[in-house]
C-alpha cells in the first residue's frame, strides 16, 4: 500500500512535534501499555522522546544509548531467594554424595538443611562460594546447556511458571521501547554471566554478548582436538555494588544514560550514570505489591533497598512502584520468541 | 520504484543459486576490491555466501555470525614496534622525572636508551609493564582522550601518517563485507582495550562495546560528587594466546565462525574458532611485503608467526599473503568516517 504525500508529511511533522504542544496520540497511549498513565511511565517516555529528538538540547546518538538494567528483582523475580541460588541449591544436592564435609560447613550445611534463610544470609559472597564448587570444571558450553535446561523447566515456588518465565511484562515492553528507539539495552547483574546468558535472547531480546555480570575464571583447553573454555573453580570478578560500574567499562567501555534496578547493589551503577554529562535517567524498581509479587525493601534479606530510597529524590532517580506503577507482572501467557 | 515481479523471482534465484555454477558477476567483483582475485579472496567470499544461503547445509543464523581479528598486524601496522609501546614510550619520557630509578630498570631503561629491540624482547609482558607504570591513576575517559589524540596525531616513522590511519585498506573491506552480511565483527587484541577503543569506530567501524583487549584492574571512585572508574596500577588480564578465548567468552560469550590473525599469538583463537561446530574460517595476515609494508614471520621480535605457518594447511586456515593477495597496502587520503 502506497501512502498519499499528505499522510507522509504529516506523520513527519507529528514525530517532530514537541512532546509538551502535542495532545497524546494513539501512538504513544500503545507505549508502555502495560504501565499506568502517571509520573513514572510519563517520565520515562519524556526522557527518551528529549534524548532521541534530532537537534534538541538533549539529543543522544544512537550509538551511545546505552541502558543497562540490573535483573534480579528488576528484570525477573528475585524473592523469596535468588533464582541461581536455588539453581546452586539442586546442583549441591545432585553432588553431596561427594561432599561429606559440606553436611557442617557453611553455606553448604545451610544448603543441604533446606535453610534459605541462612543461604540468603550469606549474600552474594556465600552464593558465588556456592557456584565456585558446584558449577565448575565443566566447560562453558556444557554449563550453559545445564543453565538454560534448567531455566526453561524448574518453576517458581509460588508463581508455578519456569523461572525463564517469571520476567516482568512491563519491564520487557520498556526493553523493547527503548530498543526500538535505538538504545543498546544490556543486562549488567550480579548474577553469574555465564547462568543468564542461555535464556536472555529468549527472555528479554538480549543477546548473550549484552549481558555483564558475575563470573568465575576460565582457562582455554583442548581436549581430542576441540578448543575450549572450561570454568576454573576461583571467583574472577563479582559485578555487584561498585563492582558493576567496573563491569560496564570492562564489557561495555561507555557510561550508560539509562540505568535501572532495585537494590542497593544497583546504588553505583545508577549513581555512575546519572552523574556523567548530558541527560540520564535513573529508575529503581520498588516491590510494594505483596499481592501480586512481593513487598519488600529496607530489611530484606534479598534485594535490600534502603540508600537508594533516602537519595532518590535529591538525585532525581524515578521509583517505579509496582503496586502502583506496572498494571500486571507477568504475561499472561508463555511467550517463546520476543524481538 | 516498484519492480515487475519476475525481476524479483530471477534476484531471488540468483541469491540462491551455488556460487559454483554462477558465473562471477558485476556485484561479486566489486567485493573486497583491494584484494586480488586468486584462491584467498575466493575462500572468503565462498566462506560469507555458503553461512549466509538460507536453507543451505552451512547456514548460520545472523546473531550467531560472530567475527573476531586480531589488531597488532592484523588491522594495522605492528612492526617495527607495537604501535601502544611507542604511545608508552611518549608517556615514559614525559613521566622519566619523576622516577629516576627507571634509567637502571627494564622494561624502562631500555626505553629512556631508545633501545626498541630491547623493549621489544621484553614482549607482551613488558608492554604490560610499562602499561601499569604509565597509564593507571586516571580515570578511563581521561586515558581515552590521551590516548585518542596520540593515536590520530602521532605518525608513523614509515609511513608518515597518524597510526590511526596505519590500518589495512583490504581488512576495512573484509570487515565491511563482513558486517553487510550481518556478521558482527570483533576486535581480539593482546594491546590494551582502553588504548584501541578510542578510534575503532573510525577506524574500522567497530564501536567500543566489540572490542576485547588486554585490561589493567579498574575501580570505582566517586570525586566531587561524579563517579568514574579509574585505571590501578595492576594487570587484570592478557588478552594473548590462550588468554584470546576466554577474552571471546568473557566478552561475547558466543564461539567465533571466523577468526584472524597474524602471529602465534593469535593460534589459540583460530584454533578454538575452527574447531566448533559447523562451518568455520580461519584466516592467517603473513607479512610478505618487504617494499610496500614490511616482511617477517619465523624469526620475528614481533607478530612472530612459526606454529601458525607449520599448521595452517592441515587445519583448513587460509594464508593471507600481503605482497600476493592485496593489491594496495592502505587508503589513498585520510578516512574520516566508516560504516
Known sequence: MRYPMFVLVASILTLHA??????????EKALLPSWT??????????FVEAVTREGGPDYVPPAERIATFDNDGTLWVEYPIYTQLLFAVDRVKELASQHPEWKSQQPFKAVLEGDRKAVAATGMK????IVVATH?????????????EWLRTKRHPRFQRPFAECVYQPMIELLSYLRENEFSTYIVSGGGVSFMRP???????IPPEQVVGSRVATEYQVKDGKGMVVRLPKIDFIDDKAGKPVGIQTLIGRRPILACGNSDGDFEMLEYTTTGNGRCLGILIHHTDGDREFAYDRES?????????????TRGWVIAD??????RIFAEKSRKVLQ
Chains 1, 2 share one sequence.
Not at 502517571?38 to 519524556?46: D, K, L, M
Not at 509496582?322 to 498494571?327: L, N, S, Y
Open 18 to 27: 514537541g512532546s509538551g504542544t502535542r495532545p497524546i496520540g494513539a501512538a
Open 37 to 46: 498513565a502517571g509520573p513514572t511511565r510519563s517520565a520515562i517516555i519524556e
Open 126 to 129: 556465600g552464593l558465588m562460594e
Open 136 to 148: 565448575s570444571g565443566m566447560s562453558e558450553e556444557a554449563f550453559a546447556a545445564q543453565a538454560g
Open 199 to 205: 535464556i536472555t535472547q529468549t527472555a528479554y531480546g
Open 301 to 313: 534479606h534479598v534485594g535490600k533497598l534502603s540508600r537508594g530510597l533516602d537519595q532518590a529524590a
Open 322 to 327: 509496582m503496586k502502583r506503577d506496572w498494571k
